[in-house]
T-cell receptor
Framework: DTGVSQDPRHKITKRGQNVTFRCDPI?????LYWYRQTLGQGPEFLTY????????KSRLLSDRFSAERPKGSFSTLEIQRTEQGDSAMYLC???????????????FGSGTQLSVL | RKEVEQDPGPFNVPEGATVAFNCTYS??????FFWYRQDCRKEPKLLMS???SGNEDGRFTAQLNRASQYISLLIRDSKLSDSATYLC??????????FGPGTSLSVIP
């Protein structure tokens, strides 16, 4: 499978615990995005990377959230001291950003569904 | 104000109907525009890009009005398989990709 893969598909945790999600993008893609989606809402931007550089992190995101893409390939999203409000689908997307074009097609993984009890 | 706003919906239309979705964006320097489709419990997938001159792909027509910061999607001859949530997407001047809240469409037999 050469698409975007996310692991795990589902995560149930207790409030206060730390969780980490992994995203493996399409291999030649240089951009990687993290979004959060709750029922009835569109994907909410969290952060994105160009290769290993984190270009922006949403101002709505608390310090409990951190993301890395250490070698410019896979990425991890960690949530520390989880709260019930963190329950959502966490989506990862990758794209090939070319300098000569503003067009950018995002390919999404199937997401990680987080439930905080 | 949200960066991307859409008709709240839901839209319930009979098969064969024409339906239009509207979207507005706040950053006048935004670069690129798209419509994505998301089926229930699935990930979003690109439906079509939106070009300044307007563009068509089969039954789907997208329009962009930069002066009004407005994007539209028209679906003609609706099919049952068109039932989904349609997401307006904007690539901002800061080069990040922002999704609107989505508009739900149900096509009824």
């Amino acid at each position: 499978d050469t698409g975007v893969s996310q692991d795990p598909r589902h995560k149930i945790t207790k409030r206060g615990q730390n969780v980490t999600f992994r995203c493996d993008p399409i291999s030649e893609h240089n951009r990687l995005y993290w979004y959060r989606q709750t029922l009835g809402q569109g994907p909410e931007f969290l952060t994105y990377f160009q290769n290993e550089a984190q270009l922006e992190k949403s101002r709505l995101l608390s310090d409990r959230f951190s993301a890395e893409r250490p070698k410019g390939s896979f990425s991890t999203l960690e949530i520390q001291r989880t709260e019930q409000g963190d329950s959502a689908m966490y989506l990862c997307a990758s794209s090939l950003r070319r300098s000569f074009s503003t067009n950018e097609k995002l390919f999404f993984g199937s997401g990680t569904q987080l439930s905080v009890l | 104000r949200k960066e991307v706003e859409q008709d709240p919906g839901p839209f319930n239309v009979p098969e064969g109907a024409t339906v239009a979705f509207n979207c507005t964006y706040s950053n006048s320097a935004s670069q690129s525009f798209f419509w994505y489709r998301q089926d229930c419990r699935k990930e979003p997938k690109l439906l079509m890009s939106v070009y300044s001159s307007g563009n068509e792909d089969g039954r789907f027509t997208a329009q962009l009005n930069r002066a009004s910061q407005y994007i539209s999607l028209l679906i003609r001859d609706s099919k049952l398989s068109d039932s989904a949530t349609y997401l307006c997407v904007v690539k901002t001047s800061y080069d990040k990709v922002i999704f609107g809240p989505g508009t739900s469409l149900s096509v009824i037999p």
